[in-house]
């Protein structure tokens, strides 16, 4: 029986001691209330992911400001003090269930479905976004048209950043993670489809990065050096899979050294199938590039929900820890299963339609 001696091997992501190399994946479920906050049924849920054995929990995308940030109805958010306050329950169950947990910092940018704060939506161009909006988190029909945000807002943002991240770290929270992959405000600003700026915030990859270099300096500025801060970066976009790059491993280098060099603790690079090469004609994969370049601790995610493959992923070296997303959430006692050599239920994405709400039954704690 394979033993997954790597996966289960503890792990040191800056300040902090994971037990293992498993981490759960951000995945939104828009099950807060409607006014951002976490609630009982969030703390059970997150429970769950922490008593299964997932050595570090990634939370869903949540937001850090009352302004435009919120993407979603029923996200949650750590906007406030209030907000910030209703996250204590979950943080405290999952230290309790011998987990650690990481609040991933989250701007819509132009792929808003439902803000409660104001009515248009900001992005570094008035693009309109490509495909249409996420039915399992309450849209429908094609994105709204953003406004080009101001230099003077950029700076806003920036700061908001780092105020939620403080609010994390004080409401106890292991560290904060920067979203800025998978077409979201931060990555808009990374591809030139969407960002036209002739500013310092467009142009150039150098340029296009700037911003989240910028968002993890002011956070590092805020938390210390303590405080874990890392970054999720990716090619492809909730609406825009296929994405790449263009300039392939160049673009990576650039990226990675960026984020490296704003002192980041760590990369999370997500890929529709991480093992993949990241670039057409072979090569490495994005997270083997992420370490290469950031020369940073890195989390890989991406169908490696199977175990061999998830092992293998952090045997050659490409990565230092696994994120699981779909497969964790049928399988939230994944890291004991797979140690126990149990096996693992399928993932049908039925699970997440009409609707990919948090449902009773996957909140139902064993004690
Ligand atoms: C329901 C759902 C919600 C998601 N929400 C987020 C999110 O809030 N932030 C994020 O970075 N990724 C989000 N993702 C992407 C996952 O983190 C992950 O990248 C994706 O599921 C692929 O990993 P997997 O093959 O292990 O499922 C979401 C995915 C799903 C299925």
Known sequence: MNT??????????????LPNRIALAP??????????????????YYTRFAEGGFGLIITEGTYPDLAHSQAYANQPGIADEQQAASWKPVVEAVHRGGGRIICQLMHAGALVQHNRFVREAVAPSAVI?????????????EFAVPREITREEIDIVVEHFASAALRAKQAGFDGVEVHAANGYLLDQFLTEETNRRQDAYGGSTENRVRLTARVLEAIRQAVGPEFVVGVRISQGKVNDFDHKWRNGE?????????????????????????????????GPTLAA????????????????????????????GDADLVAIGTSALVNPDWPRKVKAGLPLAPFDHAFLHPIATIRE???????
């Open 4 to 17: 997954y001696s790597r996966l289960f091997t503890p792990f040191r992501l800056g300040s902090v001691t």
């Open 289 to 316: 590039l992420a370490k290469t370049y950031g020369g940073l601790p890195v989390i890989a995610n991406g169908k490696l929900g199977e175990p061999e493959r998830a092992e293998r992923m952090l045997a050659e």
């Open 129 to 141: 976004p490509k495909g249409k909006q996420l039915e399992e988190h309450g849209g429908s029909g």
């Open 27 to 44: 995945m939104t479920r828009t099950s807060a209330e409607a006014s951002g906050l976490a609630n009982d049924r969030m703390v059970r």
């Open 361 to 367: 039954e996957e909140c139902a704690l064993s004690s």
């Open 250 to 282: 160049a673009d990576a280098r650039i990226i990675f050294e960026a984020l490296a060099a704003a002192k980041a603790d760590y990369i999370h690079t997500t890929e529709y199938k991480a093992y993949l090469p990241a670039f057409a004609g072979g």
